[in-house]
């Protein structure tokens, strides 16, 4: 019936394009009228119809199953290779990206199920398989929000026999919505989820802290490290005046001359943007508007001045890197603190170089360094 079935036994039959279409929600009638083109040569409406019912009763008494993936790869009722069975997990755990992006940062709770008609109206996606999107993210959170033992990726693949891409994606999209990061502001509207999803990524490796716990938070001492940082350098004028020297002359090797440009007058409120959005991730109504934070009080503020995504990362490496050259600062703070500031200045550079791109169609309304 189709150039894409696959037969796993006598028993059971597979056929990859009515899965796709019982997965996209569609009843079968529409199944029916969507394939029919397709289907060569003809059959008649009623044998198609019938087949597509068939496979339709064969999804749906796997449906339960698949909840628990680890119980449906070691039941013996369907007669189906291993093979066919993680492909099956993987395309039901699969979701559509601007699904996600509608649900991305929300609590997984019964309310914004109840809105996911608002979600169906907005992405076109049948609801059917917006409740499936929803309710698989619920059941990953709640399994491995208890768990210890593992990173949250490795338990994901242990839990629900996901692909490792998979489980990187849910488990960025499990730490944006444990961690109730605001992707709704009106700044962060231009961006898709993939857009996100990078962010959380970063954000998990760079800034929390490393513990067994499955669902991993900010780390308190990075915080505290930054508020130390903010303190001992941004009241001190020698320290400011020497990493903003030693960093024009790092660029001034790198050949990077906008930078060069406006570094002198910009340098001092750049870099006391940086520290204060790195205080913020200790505090929790603070660090929800964190990403919003960094499009607002950096990247905007780079884009007014017209520096460039390159000379962004150019600037922020030589931030980076310029560090533990800073005479004035004394050794032990450079010892002390050196690594921290690496891991802070890594997520803001990682982080503002993909939020680099204009919001809309409109040009970036007034913004300053001053905000």
Not at 316 to 332: D, G, I, P
């Amino acid at each position: 019936m189709s150039e894409w079935m696959v037969t796993t036994s006598s028993a059971v039959v597979l056929d990859e394009a009515i899965l796709q279409l019982w997965l996209l929600g569609h009843s079968v009638e529409q199944a029916t009228t969507q394939r029919m083109p397709a289907i060569q040569p003809p059959v008649p409406l009623r044998v198609l119809k019938s087949y597509i019912t068939s496979q339709y009763r064969t999804y749906e008494m796997m449906h339960h199953y698949l909840h628990h993936p680890r119980h449906f790869a070691g039941q013996f009722m369907f007669p189906l290779s291993h093979s066919a069975k993680q492909h099956l997990i993987e395309k039901y755990y699969s979701f559509d990206e601007s699904v996600i992006r509608e649900i991305l940062g929300k609590k997984l709770n019964s309310r914004t199920r109840k809105d996911l008609d608002e979600v169906h109206e907005k992405t076109g996606v049948k609801i059917i398989s917006c409740r499936r999107q929803f309710d698989n993210l619920k059941r990953v959170m709640k399994k491995v929000e208890d768990a210890e033992g593992r990173t949250l990726v490795q338990d994901i693949e242990h839990q629900f026999l996901l692909p490792h891409y998979l489980a990187r994606q849910y488990a960025h999209i499990l730490f944006i919505a444990n961690n109730r990061l605001d992707t709704f502001r009106k700044r962060l509207s231009c961006y898709q989820f993939s857009d996100f999803e990078y962010c959380g990524a970063v954000l998990m490796q760079y800034w929390t802290a490393s513990t067994m716990d499955t669902l991993p938070e900010f780390d308190p001492q990075l915080a505290q490290d930054v508020r130390d940082l903010k303190s001992l350098v941004l009241n001190d004028r020698a320290v400011i005046d020497e990493l903003r020297n030693r960093i024009s002359n790092n660029l001034s090797q790198s050949a990077h001359p906008p930078v060069l440009e406006r570094i002198q007058s910009n340098f001092k409120v750049v870099l006391r943007n940086m520290l204060s959005i790195g205080c913020m991730i200790n505090q929790q109504k603070e660090v929800r508007n964190i990403l919003g934070e960094i499009a607002d009080k950096l990247v905007d503020a780079f884009m007014q001045v017209g520096w460039s995504s390159i000379d962004m990362d150019a600037f922020y490496s030589a931030m980076a890197a310029e560090f533990q050259n800073t005479a004035s600062l004394a050794s032990r703070y450079r010892e002390r603190y050196g690594t921290n500031w690496i891991r802070l200045i890594t997520g803001i550079k990682l982080i503002s170089i993909r939020l680099f791109k204009q919001p809309t169609s409109q040009s970036i309304l007034a913004r300053s360094f001053t905000r």
